[in-house]
């Protein structure tokens, strides 16, 4: 499945403000948090909805409601400046919690909690992490939530790479992928390349 790259201009522009090295924390908050509203209303773009009748003060006509319950998952940590972004949106969705921690040394990902809600089936699951690098972290994230019961997945990152999307293709061709960027590839350390760095670090200022 081609990953969907949101071209709109405000997500590029905020983009450019993550990637740049000088983006103070509160700066980057803001520019994740407004990039993350931009591709979630992409990826959410095909969500089934039921008509329902809505009385305004002057008559009764139709209206929508989402058909199923969403869930969002950040993995822990950097995909919270996703949720942050995101859950405003909805404030009625379930929120389930994957950490996923890269082993500084190999790059493989080292999961160490999870809490996901028994409705998973139901759901319209949205995986969230701003960085799809090597892939690892992504794909065992929904290697649990497919085993958690989820039926519909779709992962949203800010910026992906080759290698993480290949991975994701092998591993989960039928999960689609929202991203604002497919950049150029790996470093040595498996950090993404322009990339923006360590999202974790720089969302929280650690
Ligand atoms: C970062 C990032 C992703 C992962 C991507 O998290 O937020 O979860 O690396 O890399 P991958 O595609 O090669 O798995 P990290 O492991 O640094 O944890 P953190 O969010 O707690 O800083
Ligand atoms: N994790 C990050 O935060 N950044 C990268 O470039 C790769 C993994």
């Known amino acids: 499945m081609q990953p969907v790259v949101v071209q709109h201009p405000l997500a590029q522009c905020h983009l450019a403000a993550i990637r740049a090295v000088g983006t103070p924390s509160h700066d980057f908050r803001r520019h994740l948090n ?3 509203r931009m591709l979630f209303l992409e990826a959410s773009r095909e969500l089934p909805v039921r008509e329902i009748s809505v009385q305004t003060p002057l008559i009764e006509t139709q209206g929508s409601q989402l058909a199923r319950p969403l869930v969002f ?4 940590r950097a995909g919270l400046g996703l949720l942050d972004g995101i859950l405003p949106l909805v404030p009625e969705a379930v929120v389930a919690h994957v950490g996923i921690k890269r082993n ?3 790059a493989l990902p080292h999961a160490y909690y999870s809490n996901l809600p028994a409705c998973l089936s139901a759901a319209d699951v949205f995986l969230l992490d701003p960085m799809l ?3 690892g972290s ?9 085993a958690a019961g989820a039926l519909r997945i779709t992962l949203v990152c800010a910026v992906s790479c080759p290698e993480g999307l290949a991975a994701m293709e092998h591993a989960h061709p039928d999960v689609p992928i929202v991203t604002a960027a497919i950049d150029d590839g790996l470093n040595d350390k498996c950090y993404i390349v322009p990339g923006l760095g360590d999202a974790g670090d720089r969302y929280f200022g650690t």
């Open 133 to 135: 690098a090597t892939g």
């Open 73 to 76: 998952v950040p993995i822990l």
């Open 104 to 106: 500084e040394e190999t």
């Open 34 to 36: 407004h990039l993350a």
């Open 138 to 146: 992504a794909c065992e994230a929904a290697r649990q939530l497919k």
